[in-house]
């Protein structure tokens, strides 16, 4: 599944951040404890050297009791528990809030009257514990917020970074080359994008000369054939006139059939040829019933061939914009279609409704290949006589009535319909 860039590098962001966060909360959490416990052996520190300095020198054995019965903190006992100052922390129930808290404890060797004794004192932390999870629930936050806050400006700052390259996207992906409207990229004060931009009028330009040079060689070319193929059909109908063998009247009959194919190519070339340089600009209102009446004829005699049945089921009068001459080539290739591809004793349905044209005819009794249907020279059946030009020039003039061609099987039946 790809991502938008800015989502990509937005979320590598994010997630950087998010270990940065978490390290650094763990980090912080385990230095402000260390420091806290330092600071707190160093007060139970000072209270034992304020015993040793002001209470051990007159302090007696009998004061030992007396002395642990008002200190809880503070306490003597006999004999040397340790042999050297020794820190640590310890778990105790405290009865007063029920429950077990930590305390750092310091024991220390002393002698009283000379004999050994270990001086306990021993502070509760848990408030220091309550602090340093305060302060670093607080560090939390504010590193959120300010993870919150740089991803806000960097959203918006990339979106307004960006911004001339979607333009130029949002340019590319409505170009085509067959229309007459070039690309016009917002100009914009960044480097890279601006080289991209002039890279990509350099390479449209470069492909509209190209593909203009195309056309107009087609055109011409289709208009030099016109002539001599003209000549050659003129020559082969003289010659049939003629007294000839049934061999010579073959060959000739079958140079006739290819000259004839040869001439629609021609023309078929130089009718799309024509449509891409916009010779059929001119448009009137069009009474599609009447133009389908008026070839109706010719094409239930051509039809006569398969024997096909031709059917109008016309529901409303369609009236549309258009150019008179593309219209009737629309026509003409729908009918032409219908026949060409369908099967013997099959039919033809010529539908009008609404706003929609459509023909149905029997045929191949399968679904045909709707991305090639329409291409240039695209032929589902490559034993037809057609050109492969047909559906090409009936999509060429719907795009350019911004009319819409749909095409689909159903009920055994191929359907065209074209959406005015």
């Known amino acids: 599944m790809t991502k938008k860039l800015l989502q990509?590098?937005?979320?590598?962001?994010?997630?950087?951040?998010?270990?940065?966060?978490?390290?650094?909360?763990?980090?912080?959490?385990?230095?402000?404890?260390?420091?806290?416990?330092?600071?707190?052996?160093?007060?139970?520190?000072?209270?034992?050297?304020?015993?040793?300095?002001?209470?051990?020198?007159?302090?007696?054995?009998?004061?030992?009791?007396?002395?642990?019965?008002?200190?809880?903190?503070?306490?003597?006992?006999?004999?040397?528990?340790?042999?050297?100052?020794?820190?640590?922390?310890k778990i105790y129930y405290v009865q007063i809030e029920e429950e077990k808290q930590p305390f750092r404890e310091l024991n220390s060797p002393i002698f009283i009257e000379g004999k050994p004794y270990?001086?306990?004192?021993?502070?509760n932390i848990i408030k220091?514990?309550?602090?340093?999870?305060?302060?670093?629930?607080?560090?939390?936050?504010?590193?959120?917020?300010?993870?919150?806050?740089i991803l806000i400006i960097v959203k918006i700052s990339s979106k307004r970074l960006w911004k001339p390259f979607y333009d130029t996207l949002q340019q590319i992906q409505g170009f085509e080359l067959d229309k007459n409207k070039t690309p016009v990229f917002i100009s914009t004060k960044i480097d890279e994008f601006d080289q991209l931009n002039k890279s990509l009028s350099k390479?449209?330009?470069?492909?509209?000369?190209?593909?203009?040079?195309?056309?107009?060689?087609?055109?011409?070319?289709?208009?030099?054939?016109?002539?001599?193929?003209?000549?050659?059909q003129t020559k082969i109908d003289t010659l049939l006139q003629l007294e000839l063998s049934k061999e010579q009247s073959s060959i000739l009959?079958?140079?006739?059939?290819?000259?004839?194919?040869?001439?629609?190519l021609n023309k078929n070339l130089?009718?799309?040829?024509?449509?891409?340089?916009?010779?059929?600009?001119?448009?009137?209102?069009?009474?599609?019933?009447?133009?389908?009446n008026k070839h109706l004829d010719f094409f239930t005699e051509q039809a006569k061939a398969k024997?096909?049945?031709?059917?109008?089921?016309?529901?409303?009068?369609?009236?549309?914009?258009?150019?008179?001459?593309?219209?009737e080539v629309l026509i003409n290739n729908l009918f032409l279609n219908a026949?060409?591809?369908?099967?013997?004793?099959?039919?033809?349905?010529?539908?009008?409704?609404?706003?929609?044209?459509?023909?149905?005819?029997?045929?191949?009794?399968?679904?045909?290949?709707?991305?090639?249907?329409?291409?240039?020279?695209?032929?589902?059946?490559p034993s037809s006589q057609g050109n492969g030009l047909g559906l090409a020039i009936i999509k060429k003039i719907t795009e350019l009535n911004q009319w819409q061609i749909n095409y689909a099987f159903d009920n055994n039946l191929h359907v065209f319909s074209i959406k005015f």
């Open 8 to 89: 990509k590098t937005t979320n590598q962001f994010l997630l950087f951040s998010a270990i940065v966060l978490l390290i650094s909360g763990l980090i912080f959490y385990y230095i402000t404890n260390y420091f806290y416990i330092e600071e707190t052996d160093e007060f139970i520190e000072n209270h034992k050297k304020e015993f040793v300095k002001y209470q051990l020198p007159t302090f007696k054995i009998s004061d030992v009791s007396l002395w642990n019965k008002y200190n809880k903190n503070e306490i003597l006992i006999p004999s040397h528990r340790v042999t050297k100052d020794t820190y640590f922390t």
């Open 118 to 123: 270990t001086y306990t004192v021993k502070i």
């Open 128 to 149: 220091n514990k309550h602090l340093v999870r305060s302060i670093a629930k607080l560090f939390f936050i504010i590193i959120i917020i300010l993870m919150l806050g």
């Open 203 to 232: 390479l449209i330009e470069k492909n509209i000369s190209i593909y203009k040079s195309q056309r107009e060689f087609v055109e011409n070319a289709a208009h030099e054939l016109q002539t001599p193929l003209a000549l050659f």
């Open 253 to 264: 009959s079958s140079l006739n059939n290819d000259v004839s194919r040869f001439n629609r």
């Open 270 to 292: 130089l009718l799309l040829s024509k449509i891409d340089n916009g010779n059929y600009l001119e448009k009137n209102i069009i009474i599609l019933n009447d133009f389908i």
């Open 307 to 327: 024997n096909l049945s031709i059917v109008t089921e016309f529901n409303t009068e369609l009236s549309i914009t258009g150019n008179s001459s593309l219209t």
């Open 339 to 381: 026949i060409r591809h369908n099967v013997m004793n099959g039919k033809i349905i010529i539908r009008i409704e609404d706003n929609m044209l459509t023909f149905l005819n029997t045929g191949q009794p399968k679904l045909m290949v709707i991305d090639k249907l329409f291409n240039r020279f695209s032929k589902t059946n």
